[in-house]
Each structure stands twice: as structure tokens, then as C-alpha cells.
């Protein structure tokens, strides 16, 4: 009696009604009922026993709440007390919610007015006179650990005038033999069930349920489920009718297309389910791990296909196939008969626990009826029978009916040491020497399960813990207040059981690639709801899946593998209309919406559409469009052709002192050869040529923009930030090498950088000055100043001088080295000379020679030096 679906079982085997003993014996065993027959039953008509047989999906249950119903009262038990659950909202939704109750282990719903009640079988209100009684899967007769309540069923339990008993095939000839009354009618598949193989996990199709027996079975599926199916609904005996429910509605609402689930769909749970997969064909049943029977596997492969609809079933996973034998008797539903059921006294002696314990021994009565396994009230009771202190309270027979009622708490916690048989055991102490449970222990109990943290397993074993109080709160002869316990037992459970239902949908579905999947799978005819947002943001049916950025998609960071796979397949039809648009964009936005970046590309909208290659000449480099799976050849083009009318337009613009000069001194014969090279090395050549040349020809440059330094030919132009940046990056296609940042404008000097690639700072502008690199333009000015000054001869070191550098005094003298000048230190006064001393002084490195150069830099062999001459 440690499952969900046990419910209140007296002292004598029988359950309780709302804590209080049903009469002994019942009405059923040739006594006189309590309650009086209800109005309009004739006592005269002989009552009917009928057994309904057959595979799943034959309609016997709905046949049996049909016949309920059209009694004036009646009674029905489930195997499973989500099966109660559900089939009471079905009778409340015919029959009102005054008329319907509910009684399971956990629950109890009873109006005063219920005339029709869905129970488990353990819980069966027997002391209660009803025109009809049923029980469902009767074949549960044969099982070790349930069977002897079932048995208890079918041999006594009858209504006033109809008695149904429902089940499979097999009970058929052990039913007829100890109910000799009965009659039997079967009942066909209304589907047809066919075998479909092995099918691997990734390519089950939608609307199929996967059967595993292990909760980290069931996790490991519903993972890889979830990755490459877009998630899956998870249902497993632990759970509650709540967070069931919950899960169910996932696969009922199509929200998700698959189910993983262990044995317990296999009791009458029904779905829209088109294919079952059993992922083993072992299971522990408590005791030990064995092997499925043909007629379980028909059982639960029988979920799919229901109505009308027909079915399938096979293996999956690691499963190997079926055999054969079992292929044939699921699909025939031909199985071998039991041929015994199981059995317990329930006859019980309660004058002393040792005869208790002697009469639940009994031996079975007669041939078909054996002893099944021992039940956990047994175990606990035999446990308790041991302690002395026990024994001594169990005294007289109102007492050993408490130690027996206490001992039939269910343990749906599952623990391996003795934590219930202590509970048990506190419970019974208290009921023994209090009567009534402590109201402080039974508020601490179960205010410590209230709470909604932790993974998947811990809210579980809340739950199976929570369960626990609930049955003990539903006694209303051991709780003061009993409805205000349930009430808080209720709501504890149901605070756990929508956490547990995020959990579960929160690591196994991935409501998105769902949807998308199911979309996709629709056929590539039907159209996406799609659309994409200001920021780039891309929805498809109402789902967002990434951005797309220039004419490329990024998937969302969260999307991994599979499901990353699924999001851009997705992309690529939403996108389909969307590309086209935005290159017919690009093509009409002005060049102030793209720009250049330092890494050689071109952006738009801060994504990178294109990148920079080298071209014919350093000031003209080609455009190549970035690869897009979006784009085809002719979008491609046009696109090159309007981001290459943007880039040239960017180069003319950033060096049109350049373009300038260059144009300008095509008109002088004499510059033509100078010019070309100083276009080619992008304004800036590092010479002293400049200074060799005549004061005439240098005026001539400088009227053009070029300036003819002492140590270079540049446009000065050139050195402003933006013209530096553009021949920064025009310097790094030509040399193929990733340009570092420039250092910013206002700086004068700076270390040697150690990430400049070779010849980057002669390009740009900075002349090496033995540690430090000056910047050319501060470096022509201040040589020409100095120059002038010594023109005849040494002078005073100018004051100041190092902050032009913004150098430390000490590294001046390596600097002015470099620019062609010496300091001479002060020396002081000799002993006999007054005055202030003499200050250091600067001069000239070396005298200037005169230029010999007058209007051209021609070379003295070139094929104009016979001309020059002649001139001259």
C-alpha cells in the first residue's frame, strides 16, 4: 500500500469513508445494508455481474461510466489516481459537482449530496449501498504487490444491481471459475495496432510516445529530444494529477510533438498518440529487473491509436527490435491466460498484533489464489511487531486497529532506511496516547516541503513527500480540522506542482524550435510569418531567432547544434524577400550611411558587407562583397558597383590635396616623374632630396601643396587625422599587413612601437630620432628654425626646446643629432673671470652645400641629361 494509487484501508482490509469504519461485514456478504436502498430499487431483482473484456482502446471504460451514470448511484475504481482525477472531471461535467466525488489516497472530495464516485480501487467506499459498482483492469488481480486488493474486489465487491468488471482477456477462464455468476463479453479493438520496427530517436515521427523505465532514462531521451526535436512533454508515475495534467496539455496542445514517458501511460491514459517506442524492454518492478511480458508491452502500445485512428508501435534508442512471438501476440492480441491471481486475507483477527500478523498470513483458500508479495503495511507492521514499546501500546482490539491503520501510510517517498516505519511509528504513539496528531508537528511537516526551489528530483520527492501528509491529513480520526490540512496539504502540493511543470518544460522543451519545426515540416509552399524589426531583429512566427546584420544572419547566441541548424533553415525562408530589399537599400542610401573600418571593410549599419583588396595602384583599391548564402550573383554585383562608387568617392575626398597636386603638376613637364612617386607612396617620401633642390623648384612644390623638407617630400595636407587614416589604410592593402591604430593628433613624439610593421611610420609621417619618432611636419619646423639660427655659425641653445618635443632634457642632444645639429654644454668661469657663464650652444652638424639642382630632379644619366647640359 505504498503506491499513488492506494487509498484508506481499514483494520479489516476495507477501506474508510472520510476516516470512519464501514460496518462489518458488508451488505454484499448476506448482511443487512446500512443505508437503505436508493428510491426506485426493486430489492426483488436479482443483481448483475458482467465482465467487459478486451485490448486497449475498446471503449470499456467509457461503457462503464455510461452505465454509472444512467444508475441512480454508483461506484467505480481506477488503478491510478490520476485516473480517478480525470475521469471524476468527466462525470462532473455530465453530472454537476454536487452529485460527483472523488476519493483517493491523497484527495477526497465528498458533497452531501455525491450519488456517483471515482476512486482508486483501494480507496472504494464499500460501506456505501450503490446501484452500481466497477473496477477497472481487473487483470491486476495477478499483480504480486496490488493484486490481493484486486482479487478482494472480484470476489466481493458487488452493486445493488449491476456490477462491471473491466480488464483484459486474460483474466477470462480465473474470472469465470471463482465468479461463476458473471457474464463475459468481448469487446474488439475499435484501430488497428501494427508493428513498425525499429526507428531511431531522431527520425520518430510527430506524435509519438517514447516508453523508458528509468527516471534517468526518460531525462537522457527527453534531452536529445529536445535538442533535435524542439523539445518533448515528460509523464512519469511521480508526478502529480497537476503537474501531469500540465504536461499532457503540452503534447494535447501540440505545443510539442513528442511524449517520453515510463510505464505509467499504460493504464488508460488517453492521448492523441500515433506511435509508442519503448526505448527498453526491461523494467525493476520493485524487486527485480525483468523483462516485459508480451501482454505489457500490449498494454502500453496499445496507448497509440485510439478511436478510431490507427496505431503503431516498435523500438527505438538502444531497444533492440521485438521478436517476433511478441510481435505476433500484441498485434493478434492473443496472450496466454493467468492462471493465478493474488490473494490476502482480509478477515482479520485484532484482538493481539501476533494474531494481526497471523491472520494476514493465511494461506489462499483454494486453487487459482496464491500469496503475493509482501506488502509494505506488512513489512511495517512485522518491523513494529518487534519493539517492546509498541506491543505494549497495541494492547486490545481498538488499539491494534490504530497500529494497523498506521502501518497502512503509503510510502510514496521510496526511501531505503526505516523513515517511514518510524513515522508510522510516531504516528501510532501519538494516536495511542493522544488520540489526535500534535496540530504543531503536522503545520512543521508540512511547512517544510513548501518550497520551490531546487532541480526536477528534489521537487519530486517533495511531492511523494507532501503526499504522504495529505493521506494523513485526510483522517479526520487522527486530525483536528481535518479539511483545513487538506486545504494546506493541497496547496503545498500545488505550489510544488507548477514548479515542478516549469522545471520540467523549461529543460525539455524548446517551444520554438517546435513551432519552427512543425512549420517548416508544413512543406516549403507555405509561407513563413516572418519579420524583421528596425534593429535587425528577426521573428518568425512570433519567435525571435537571431538578427540579421548587413546581408548576413546571425543565429541567437542560445541556439546550439541541432537547434542553431533548425533556427537557420528557418532564416533562410523567412529572409527570402527580406535580402532583396535591403540591397535595393544600399543601393539608394547616401554615402554617409556606409563607412570604412580599420580592418579593411566596408560597414553598413555597423556590420561588415564588404572588405578591401588590393588594386592597380595604392589609390585604387577594389571592393569584394562579403559571401552571403542571402545573395545571388547579380545582387552581388550590383552591390560591388555601388560600395566601389563609394570607396573611390571616399579616397578622392579624404587625399584630394593628392589628387590635386598630382593633377597640377601634369601641367609642369619637370615634376611629373616626383609627383608620380609621391602618389604612389600615398604623399609622403622619406629624403633629403627635397633639401637638394633649388630654392626655385621647391616654390614651385609648395605652390602645389608640396612641401620640399629637409628630410622628406610630403604634402602637409596629408598628416590631418582623416587624410592620415584613409593612408593608413590604403598602406596596409598595399603591403598586405593589418594597420595598428594611429596615435592621436596632438601627440609630438612618441617610444618606438613595437606592433608597427616595418616602414609603417615613415609612411605615416614620423621620423625616427634615435629613441623616440618625431613627427614629421614638428621636425621640419624646428630644423629650419635651427638652421636659420646657426646659418652663421653657433648660437644660443634656444630655451624651451625640449617641450616642443615634449622630450625630458636629457634625450634632447641624441635628438638634435638627428636633425643634423650638436650642443655644445656651458662651460663654467675659470677662477679668474667674472661675469655670467657662458650658455650651451648649438651648431650646425655640417655646412649646406649649395644646391646643385636648379628646375629638375632628373637623373644625371636619364634620357633629359644631354638637354640639361646644353642649357646650362
Same mark, same amino acid.
Given at each position: 500500500?505504498?503506491?499513488?494509487?492506494? /487509498?484508506?484501508?481499514?483494520?479489516?482490509?476495507?477501506?474508510?469513508?472520510?476516516?470512519?469504519?464501514?460496518? +462489518?461485514?458488508?451488505?454484499?456478504?448476506?448482511?443487512?445494508?446500512?443505508?437503505?436502498?436508493?428510491?426506485?430499487?426493486?430489492?426483488?431483482?436479482?443483481?448483475?455481474?458482467?465482465?467487459?473484456?478486451?485490448?486497449?482502446?475498446?471503449?470499456?471504460?467509457?461503457?462503464?461510466?455510461?452505465?454509472?451514470?444512467?444508475?441512480?448511484?454508483?461506484?467505480?475504481?481506477?488503478?491510478?489516481?490520476?485516473?480517478?482525477?480525470?475521469?471524476?472531471?468527466?462525470?462532473?461535467?455530465?453530472?454537476?459537482?454536487?452529485?460527483?466525488?472523488?476519493?483517493?489516497?491523497?484527495?477526497?472530495?465528498?458533497?452531501?449530496?455525491?450519488?456517483?464516485?471515482?476512486?482508486?480501487? +483501494?480507496?472504494?467506499?464499500?460501506?456505501?449501498?450503490?446501484?452500481?459498482?466497477?473496477?477497472?483492469?481487473?487483470?491486476?488481480?495477478?499483480?504480486?504487490?496490488?493484486?490481493?486488493?484486486?482479487?478482494?474486489?472480484?470476489?466481493?465487491?458487488?452493486?445493488?444491481?449491476?456490477?462491471?468488471?473491466?480488464?483484459? +482477456?486474460?483474466? &477470462?477462464?480465473?474470472?469465470?471459475?471463482?465468479?461463476?455468476?458473471?457474464?463475459?463479453?468481448?469487446?474488439?479493438?475499435?484501430?488497428?495496432?501494427?508493428?513498425?520496427?525499429?526507428?531511431?530517436?531522431?527520425?520518430?515521427?510527430?506524435?509519438?510516445?517514447?516508453?523508458?523505465?528509468?527516471?534517468?532514462?526518460?531525462?537522457?531521451?527527453?534531452?536529445?529530444?529536445?535538442?533535435?526535436?524542439?523539445?518533448?512533454?515528460?509523464?512519469?508515475?511521480?508526478?502529480?494529477?497537476?503537474?501531469?495534467?500540465?504536461?499532457?496539455?503540452?503534447?494535447?496542445?501540440?505545443?510539442?510533438?513528442?511524449?517520453?514517458?515510463?510505464?505509467?501511460?499504460?493504464?488508460?491514459?488517453?492521448?492523441?498518440?500515433?506511435?509508442?517506442?519503448?526505448?527498453?524492454?526491461?523494467?525493476?518492478?520493485?524487486?527485480?529487473?525483468?523483462?516485459?511480458?508480451?501482454? +505489457?508491452?500490449?498494454?502500453?502500445?496499445?496507448?497509440?491509436?485510439?478511436?478510431?485512428?490507427?496505431?503503431?508501435?516498435?523500438?527505438?534508442?538502444?531497444?533492440?527490435?521485438?521478436?517476433?512471438?511478441?510481435?505476433?501476440?500484441?498485434?493478434?492480441?492473443?496472450?496466454?491466460?493467468?492462471?493465478?491471481?493474488?490473494?490476502?486475507?482480509?478477515?482479520?483477527?485484532?484482538?493481539?498484533?501476533?494474531?494481526?500478523?497471523?491472520?494476514?498470513?493465511?494461506?489462499?483458500?483454494?486453487?487459482?489464489?496464491?500469496?503475493?508479495?509482501?506488502?509494505?503495511?506488512?513489512?511495517?507492521?512485522?518491523?513494529?511487531?518487534?519493539?517492546?514499546? #509498541?506491543?505494549?501500546?497495541?494492547?486490545?482490539?481498538?488499539?491494534?486497529?490504530?497500529?494497523?491503520?498506521?502501518?497502512?501510510?503509503?510510502?510514496?517517498?521510496?526511501?531505503?532506511?526505516?523513515?517511514?516505519?518510524?513515522?508510522?511509528?510516531?504516528?501510532?504513539?501519538?494516536?495511542?496516547?493522544?488520540?489526535?496528531?500534535?496540530?504543531?508537528?503536522?503545520?512543521?511537516? #508540512?511547512?517544510?516541503?513548501?518550497?520551490?526551489? /531546487?532541480?526536477?528530483?528534489?521537487?519530486?520527492?517533495?511531492?511523494? /513527500?507532501?503526499?504522504?501528509?495529505?493521506?494523513?491529513?485526510?483522517?479526520?480520526?487522527?486530525?483536528?480540522?481535518?479539511?483545513?490540512?487538506?486545504?494546506?496539504?493541497?496547496?503545498?502540493?500545488?505550489?510544488?506542482?507548477?514548479?515542478?511543470?516549469?522545471?520540467?518544460?523549461?529543460?525539455?522543451?524548446?517551444?520554438?524550435?517546435?513551432?519552427?519545426?512543425?512549420?517548416?515540416?508544413?512543406?516549403?509552399?507555405?509561407?513563413?510569418?516572418?519579420?524583421?524589426?528596425?534593429?535587425?531583429?528577426?521573428?518568425?512566427?512570433?519567435?525571435?531567432?537571431?538578427?540579421?546584420?548587413?546581408?548576413?544572419?546571425?543565429?541567437?547566441?542560445?541556439?546550439?547544434?541541432?537547434?542553431?541548424?533548425?533556427?537557420?533553415?528557418?532564416?533562410?525562408?523567412?529572409?527570402?524577400?527580406?535580402?532583396?530589399?535591403?540591397?535595393?537599400?544600399?543601393?539608394?542610401?547616401?554615402?554617409?550611411?556606409?563607412?570604412?573600418?580599420?580592418?579593411?571593410?566596408?560597414?553598413?549599419?555597423?556590420?561588415?558587407?564588404?572588405?578591401?583588396?588590393?588594386?592597380?595602384?595604392?589609390?585604387?583599391?577594389?571592393?569584394?562583397?562579403?559571401?552571403?548564402?542571402?545573395?545571388?550573383?547579380?545582387?552581388?554585383?550590383?552591390?560591388?558597383?555601388?560600395?566601389?562608387?563609394?570607396?573611390?568617392?571616399?579616397?578622392?575626398?579624404?587625399?584630394?590635396?593628392?589628387?590635386?597636386?598630382?593633377?597640377?603638376?601634369?601641367?609642369?613637364?619637370?615634376?611629373?616623374?616626383?609627383?608620380?612617386?609621391?602618389?604612389?607612396?600615398?604623399?609622403?617620401? #622619406?629624403?633629403?632630396?627635397?633639401?637638394?633642390?633649388?630654392?626655385?623648384?621647391?616654390?614651385?612644390?609648395?605652390?602645389?601643396?608640396?612641401?620640399?623638407?629637409?628630410?622628406?617630400?610630403?604634402?602637409?595636407?596629408?598628416?590631418?587625422? &582623416?587624410?592620415?587614416?584613409?593612408?593608413?589604410?590604403?598602406?596596409?592593402?598595399?603591403?598586405?599587413?593589418?594597420?595598428?591604430?594611429?596615435?592621436?593628433?596632438?601627440?609630438?613624439?612618441?617610444?618606438?612601437?613595437?606592433?608597427?610593421?616595418?616602414?609603417?611610420?615613415?609612411?605615416?609621417?614620423?621620423?625616427?630620432?634615435?629613441?623616440?619618432?618625431?613627427?614629421?611636419? #614638428?621636425?621640419?619646423?624646428?630644423?629650419?628654425?635651427?638652421?636659420?639660427?646657426?646659418?652663421?655659425?653657433?648660437?644660443?641653445?634656444?630655451?624651451?626646446?625640449?617641450?616642443?618635443?615634449?622630450?625630458?632634457?636629457?634625450?634632447?642632444?641624441?635628438?638634435?643629432?638627428?636633425?643634423?645639429?650638436?650642443?655644445?654644454?656651458?662651460?663654467?668661469?675659470?677662477?679668474?673671470?667674472?661675469?655670467?657663464?657662458?650658455?650651451?650652444?648649438?651648431?650646425?652638424?655640417? &655646412?649646406?652645400?649649395?644646391?646643385?639642382?636648379?628646375?629638375?630632379?632628373? &637623373?644625371?644619366?636619364?634620357?633629359?641629361?644631354?638637354?640639361?647640359?646644353?642649357?646650362?
Amino acid at each position: 500500500m505504498c503506491d499513488e494509487r492506494w /487509498g484508506y484501508i481499514g483494520s479489516s482490509g476495507r477501506p474508510l469513508m472520510n476516516g470512519v469504519r464501514p460496518p +462489518e461485514p458488508l451488505a454484499f456478504r448476506g448482511v443487512t445494508p446500512k443505508h437503505p436502498p436508493m428510491p426506485g430499487f426493486d430489492s426483488g431483482f436479482a443483481p448483475r455481474v458482467k465482465a467487459v473484456l478486451g485490448p486497449t482502446n475498446t471503449g470499456k471504460t467509457h461503457l462503464a461510466i455510461e452505465r454509472m451514470l444512467a444508475h441512480a448511484s454508483g461506484i467505480i475504481g481506477f488503478p491510478l489516481r490520476l485516473l480517478a482525477r480525470e475521469n471524476y472531471d468527466r462525470m462532473v461535467a455530465q453530472k454537476g459537482v454536487r452529485h460527483v466525488a472523488l476519493i483517493t489516497g491523497e484527495e477526497k472530495i465528498v458533497p452531501p449530496d455525491a450519488r456517483w464516485f471515482s476512486c482508486t480501487v +483501494e480507496a472504494m467506499p464499500l460501506d456505501r449501498d450503490a446501484e452500481f459498482l466497477a473496477v477497472d483492469e481487473i487483470q491486476l488481480c495477478a499483480d504480486p504487490d496490488r493484486g490481493h486488493v484486486f482479487t478482494d474486489r472480484l470476489l466481493h465487491a458487488r452493486g445493488m444491481v449491476e456490477t462491471m468488471f473491466l480488464g483484459a +482477456e486474460t483474466i &477470462r477462464p480465473l474470472l469465470q471459475r471463482l465468479v461463476p455468476q458473471a457474464s463475459v463479453e468481448t469487446r474488439p479493438r475499435m484501430s488497428q495496432l501494427s508493428h513498425a520496427g525499429h526507428v531511431k530517436l531522431v527520425r520518430l515521427p510527430p506524435r509519438s510516445a517514447v516508453v523508458a523505465f528509468s527516471a534517468a532514462d526518460v531525462y537522457a531521451i527527453a534531452e536529445l529530444i529536445r535538442r533535435r526535436r524542439g523539445g518533448c512533454a515528460v509523464v512519469m508515475g511521480r508526478l502529480s494529477p497537476r503537474t501531469r495534467n500540465a504536461q499532457v496539455a503540452l503534447y494535447q496542445d501540440k505545443e510539442v510533438d513528442f511524449l517520453v514517458a515510463t510505464d505509467a501511460i499504460g493504464m488508460g491514459l488517453n492521448m492523441d498518440v500515433d506511435h509508442v517506442a519503448f526505448a527498453s524492454m526491461g523494467k525493476f518492478d520493485g524487486h527485480r529487473r525483468r523483462r516485459l511480458t508480451a501482454a +505489457e508491452v500490449a498494454q502500453i502500445a496499445g496507448r497509440a491509436g485510439r478511436g478510431m485512428r490507427d496505431g503503431t508501435f516498435g523500438t527505438t534508442a538502444q531497444c533492440k527490435p521485438l521478436a517476433d512471438d511478441v510481435v505476433a501476440a500484441v498485434e493478434a492480441h492473443s496472450f496466454e491466460a493467468l492462471d493465478q491471481l493474488c490473494w490476502r486475507n482480509s478477515n482479520l483477527d485484532l484482538t493481539h498484533v501476533d494474531t494481526l500478523l497471523a491472520s494476514l498470513t493465511v494461506p489462499p483458500p483454494g486453487p487459482g489464489l496464491v500469496k503475493g508479495n509482501d506488502a509494505a503495511d506488512l513489512e511495517t507492521l512485522v518491523a513494529l511487531a518487534r519493539e517492546p514499546e #509498541i506491543r505494549e501500546l497495541a494492547r486490545g482490539r481498538r488499539m491494534v486497529r490504530h497500529l494497523w491503520d498506521a502501518c497502512q501510510i503509503p510510502d510514496f517517498r521510496k526511501l531505503t532506511d526505516d523513515t517511514h516505519t518510524r513515522l508510522c511509528a510516531r504516528v501510532f504513539g501519538h494516536i495511542a496516547k493522544d488520540e489526535y496528531l500534535p496540530t504543531d508537528w503536522l503545520a512543521g511537516q #508540512i511547512g517544510a516541503l513548501a518550497r520551490a526551489d /531546487g532541480d526536477i528530483d528534489t521537487l519530486m520527492q517533495r511531492l511523494s /513527500g507532501v503526499r504522504v501528509w495529505s493521506y494523513i491529513a485526510a483522517r479526520t480520526d487522527w486530525v483536528k480540522d481535518s479539511a483545513h490540512w487538506q486545504g494546506r496539504a493541497r496547496e503545498v502540493e500545488d505550489l510544488l506542482s507548477d514548479a515542478l511543470h516549469e522545471r520540467l518544460t523549461s529543460r525539455f522543451v524548446d517551444r520554438r524550435a517546435a513551432h519552427l519545426m512543425r512549420r517548416l515540416e508544413a512543406g516549403e509552399t507555405q509561407e513563413l510569418l516572418s519579420a524583421v524589426t528596425r534593429r535587425g531583429e528577426v521573428i518568425v512566427e512570433g519567435h525571435p531567432v537571431g538578427r540579421v546584420g548587413g546581408f548576413s544572419f546571425f543565429p541567437d547566441p542560445a541556439a546550439v547544434g541541432d537547434e542553431k541548424r533548425l533556427v537557420q533553415r528557418a532564416a533562410r525562408r523567412a529572409l527570402r524577400e527580406e535580402m532583396p530589399r535591403r540591397v535595393a537599400l544600399v543601393e539608394s542610401v547616401p554615402d554617409a550611411a556606409l563607412a570604412l573600418t580599420g580592418d579593411q571593410s566596408v560597414t553598413w549599419d555597423g556590420v561588415a558587407i564588404a572588405r578591401l583588396k588590393r588594386g592597380a595602384s595604392a589609390m585604387q583599391p577594389r571592393v569584394q562583397v562579403l559571401d552571403s548564402e542571402f545573395l545571388d550573383g547579380a545582387q552581388r554585383e550590383r552591390l560591388r558597383l555601388r560600395l566601389q562608387r563609394f570607396l573611390d568617392g571616399r579616397v578622392n575626398v579624404d587625399l584630394a590635396p593628392l589628387r590635386s597636386a598630382a593633377d597640377r603638376g601634369a601641367q609642369q613637364p619637370g615634376f611629373r616623374g616626383l609627383l608620380h612617386r609621391l602618389t604612389e607612396a600615398l604623399g609622403l617620401i #622619406i629624403s633629403d632630396e627635397g633639401d637638394n633642390l633649388a630654392p626655385p623648384s621647391r616654390a614651385a612644390l609648395k605652390a602645389i601643396g608640396v612641401q620640399a623638407g629637409r628630410f622628406a617630400l610630403f604634402l602637409p595636407a596629408l598628416l590631418k587625422p &582623416r587624410a592620415a587614416a584613409m593612408r593608413a589604410l590604403l598602406w596596409g592593402l598595399q603591403h598586405g599587413r593589418a594597420v595598428p591604430g594611429l596615435p592621436a593628433p596632438d601627440l609630438v613624439s612618441l617610444p618606438h612601437q613595437a606592433d608597427w610593421p616595418a616602414g609603417f611610420a615613415d609612411a605615416m609621417g614620423w621620423l625616427e630620432a634615435g629613441p623616440v619618432l618625431l613627427r614629421l611636419d #614638428i621636425a621640419e619646423r624646428v630644423a629650419a628654425e635651427l638652421a636659420w639660427a646657426t646659418r652663421r655659425g653657433a648660437t644660443a641653445l634656444p630655451t624651451g626646446l625640449a617641450s616642443r618635443f615634449s622630450l625630458k632634457a636629457q634625450l634632447l642632444p641624441v635628438v638634435l643629432r638627428r636633425l643634423g645639429f650638436r650642443i655644445v654644454p656651458a662651460s663654467g668661469l675659470a677662477a679668474d673671470e667674472f661675469g655670467p657663464p657662458a650658455p650651451a650652444m648649438i651648431l650646425p652638424l655640417r &655646412r649646406r652645400r649649395p644646391a646643385v639642382v636648379t628646375a629638375s630632379p632628373s &637623373r644625371p644619366h636619364g634620357p633629359f641629361a644631354a638637354l640639361a647640359a646644353l642649357k646650362r
